[in-house]
């Protein structure tokens, strides 16, 4: 049997054993509506409690800082949006390399009368600090940071950042969906330091699609994006997803017991992976960047990246191009592209991102099929150059 | 044995059918893919999942794939549509909308957040039975009317709106026609190519799907264009970005698959216990059926028993899950709103009880529910001092009462 290894943790995962067993009766025996004052609405409203508990405890949050949404996404609009409306218009400053669903509500926003800052990172995806206080400099009321990216597995001193922009009294966001389950995110050490918001998601650590979070600081004023019924204190209406919701629990709790060892396992596996992809010639990009231990971003010379992804598909070997959510797109990343990486080199750009099922030997099985691949690519080029002339 | 309590609150949520979630499970552990994934199986077989669940949904509403829009739920749906058809089309048609003061919460808080921003709107008063009117709606349309919003079937108390005849007359008025169907698909048929609808919203869990997952229904033609009330990555045409949740849209597609499948012979055996329901209740002195009895799904029925208090009264007959105003807002010990805009007094909407029969009801369960409510209705009224009065002859209305 055809048995494809899974090598794209970044776009999802598949939900572990013990979050299926623990969403599962909340399908059928325990089916309430956490609204219902009778014994099944009880019943979920104490397993939507116990939930939220654990995400909390896992980010270092309170119950009561967590609001439940239907993914990442949702959250990252939450917080823009929902801030912007209680403010007046202002600047919205955001890194340049931020996930479409933070960069589209801040341009969103335009339309308000704000005013959209990017800002730019280096060659490394590290934000440019000089930039970062020239936009500091123009007193934004917003600042959206990812803690870590989708695409680089780059992680940003959020702490540090908010610290330096704590003067100009803006409100704080990190998108902090990638990092969640792969290095520790701690809401109350960054909140100390001046972040206000923190967004989660479960379906990149073994949790479901469909669940996700927005960890605030109550001293925000936020407008609810979906109005109706109340739930989640008012800030986001609409029956509670439970399954997905205890799963999201469940995710958070089991993630936070395994970064102990998992990272370290991660780091030695993505080592060889990245010593095997540099004998065979290839540019790792932000490789002199702190980075999430799973994650590797790379082009080899020459070679088109989608032409790859596809055919190591065929050889068994699932990765990405470029982030999943803009997969559709045929444009280079923005992220590599702000990093001031040349299109080119950009349009080669492959993901390799590991996740807790993966052996030394899917490494060296990938790496031999990724060799195979290229030879077979070059001759190729090669053919096709000697019969163009 | 019967499994208590009895489940007789199916319009608040539904359990999901066994082979619903048969069907999910693959989806979370070895299909676990992202559909957005472009470049690999696992990415492929996922999308090709969620095309054919959005093939599913519209198949029971008779309506292309391409007009089905994935939320998370019909709150979403409702947010979405109306906001979204409001801010596109403002400019052009203008800030008033015509709603229903009966509505689910998900419509009223939107339209009332519309109202902030500078929209004006008209809520429209039903007849005592729960319905309103095609004059009212033809009264309540301006010109300037640029979104109308009426449910299909209301949470509450069951009652089907003439959402046929409303929507003729809102596209007459060059109005967008939005309905939120959450509490009709597989209760009643929907078809899209001859209702005049533009918008309609659609929930998975209140018809045996899983909780999370919704859809808006667009029409294409006449195209009807949104404001994205969420944006990212670009899923849904642009019109909703985020991850989609494979696993419960597969669990919504399965589930309406079996809406449209079983739903003629499923509605006649729950309309058949439903009646037997009814009855038994009917035995019962002052008991008052909420909305009108022939414009209703049959899974629904809402009484008021009057002379009884109703907290004490959801007390005594918690061997059955039933709600007493939507489950939404049963938190809250305010009457039902959707009662008071029937003109029912505050007395007669506390002491309502919703029953809501399903798939999974038999009839030992509907027995058993008879019989629990004659006793304790007997028993309660037994203390009430006000049961007594009436039973003496006392009209209630005339009395005097004295402040401490």
Known sequence: MFNPVYLDHNATTPVSPDVLEAMLPFFAQQHGNASSRHEYGRAARRAIDEARQRVASAVGAHPTEVIFTSGGSEANNLFIKGTAAMLPAGTVAISAIEHPCVREPAKALRRHGWRLREIEVDGECRLASADFHAALAEQPALISIMLANNETGAIQDIAALAAQAAATRAWFHTDAVQALGKVSVDFRSLNAAGVHAMTLSAHKLGGPKGAGALIIDKRVDLAPLIDGG???????????????????????????????????????????????????????????????????????????????????????????????????????????????????????????????????????????????????????????????? | ????????????????????????????????????????????????????????????????????????????????????????????????????????????????????????ATYIEPQPNGLITVDQFKAALRKDTVVASVMAVNNEIGVIQPIAELGEIARANGTIFHVDAAQATGKMPLDLAKLKVDLMSFSAHKTYGPKGIGALYVRRKPRIRLEAQMHGGGHERGMRSGTLPTHQIVGMGEAFRIAREEMATENERIRMLRDRLLKGVQDIEETYVNGDLDHRVPHNLNVSFNFVEGESLLMAIKDIAVSSGSACTSASLEPSYVLRALGRSDELAHSSIRFTLGRFTTEEEIDFTIKLLHDKLGKLRELSPLWEMYKDGIDLNTVQWAAH
């Open chain 1, 230 to 389: 109340g739930h989640e204190r008012g800030l986001r209406s609409g029956t509670e997803n439970v399954p997905a919701i205890v799963g999201f629990g469940m995710a958070c709790e089991t993630a936070a017991n395994c970064l102990k060892e998992a990272p370290l396992q991660l780091r030695q596996l993505r080592g060889s992976l990245e010593r095997g992809l540099v004998a065979q010639g290839a540019t790792i990009f932000a490789a002199h960047a702190e980075r999430l231990p799973n994650t590797v971003y790379f082009s080899l010379p020459g070679i088109d990246g989608e032409t790859l992804v596809a055919r190591l598909d065929r050889a068994g070997f699932a990765v990405a191009s470029g982030a999943a959510c803009s997969a559709a797109n045929p444009e280079p990343s923005h992220v590599l592209l702000a990093m001031g990486i040349a299109p080119e080199t950009a349009r080669g750009a492959v993901r390799v991102s590991l996740g807790r099922q993966n052996t030394a030997d899917d490494v060296a099985g990938f790496l031999r099929a990724l060799a195979a691949t290229v030879s077979q690519l070059q001759s190729l080029t090669a053919l096709h150059h000697t019969v163009g002339g």
């Open chain 2, 1 to 120: 044995m019967l499994k208590l309590p009895i489940y007789l609150d199916y319009s608040a949520t539904t359990p999901v059918d066994p082979r619903v979630a048969d069907r999910m499970i693959p989806w979370l552990v070895e299909k676990f893919g992202n559909p957005a994934s472009r470049s690999h199986a696992f990415g492929w077989e996922a999308e090709k999942a969620v095309e054919e669940a959005r093939e599913q949904v519209a198949a029971l509403v008779n309506a292309d794939p391409k007009e089905i829009i994935w939320t998370s739920g019909a709150t979403e749906s409702n947010n979405l549509a109306i906001k979204g058809a409001a801010n596109f089309y403002a400019g052009t048609k203008g800030k008033h909308i015509v709603t229903v003061a009966t509505e689910h919460k998900a419509v009223l808080d939107t339209v009332k957040e519309l109202e902030r921003q500078g929209f004006e």
